[in-house]
């Protein structure tokens, strides 16, 4: 296990900590069908791997499952939605994407089915964090980010596994982009009229 794996495992226990606190102060609000997606994955994951000789691999699955489940029982207790119109469209594709994930086992199909899963669980999210910024933690999803980015680095080569690492790092940081949206809205605003003075 080299040291950028070694990095994605230590951020990956850490960032729950950041993240249960900011739940605890009744701030970070987790969406329940973006947990629960995720979670669905994970345990593909871990079933996936568990046939494979892969030991890194099955540590690695086991954690994430473990990590899944924790943030789900948080979400249940702190977190919101799972009623709406749009929560149950995105969990019964998720979990169609899910079980076709499943099926189809490994491959460049497969992987970009886990994509496309995970991605449609965390559309509720997306949503959730564009009109309600602070109802998520961005300590979380900038340090799940760069664990993601530790893990492209320890890859680092165009194999079909790389692209979990990478969608992870585009997705964490799009959930910032959203968190701090206003402040960088009102920021440029500033800029723009500050540079609108005449000499």
Known sequence: MNIWIIGTLILSLISPVFYTRSMLAHKAKPHRVTRLIVWLAAI????????????AGIIFAAIFLARASY??????????GGASRL???????????????????????????GILADLIGYIPTFVKTWHKPQSEDPTFFIIEGIA?????????????DILFPIY???CSGLVVALIYRQRLTRHFKKLSSVSDIPE
């Not at 593909?44 to 030991?55: E, H, K, Y």
């Not at 943030?71 to 919101?80: A, C, H």
């Open 44 to 55: 593909a994951g871990l079933v996936g791997v568990l046939s494979s000789t892969n030991t």
């Open 71 to 80: 943030l789900l029982i948080m979400s249940f207790i702190y977190g919101v």
């Open 87 to 113: 929560d149950k469209s995105c969990l019964v594709i998720g979990v169609l994407a899910l079980i076709i994930y499943a099926m189809t086992g490994n491959g460049l199909l497969a992987i970009s089915l």
């Open 148 to 160: 993601s980015l530790f893990g492209v680095i320890a890859i680092w080569e165009f194999r079909v």
């Open 168 to 170: 992870f790092v585009v």
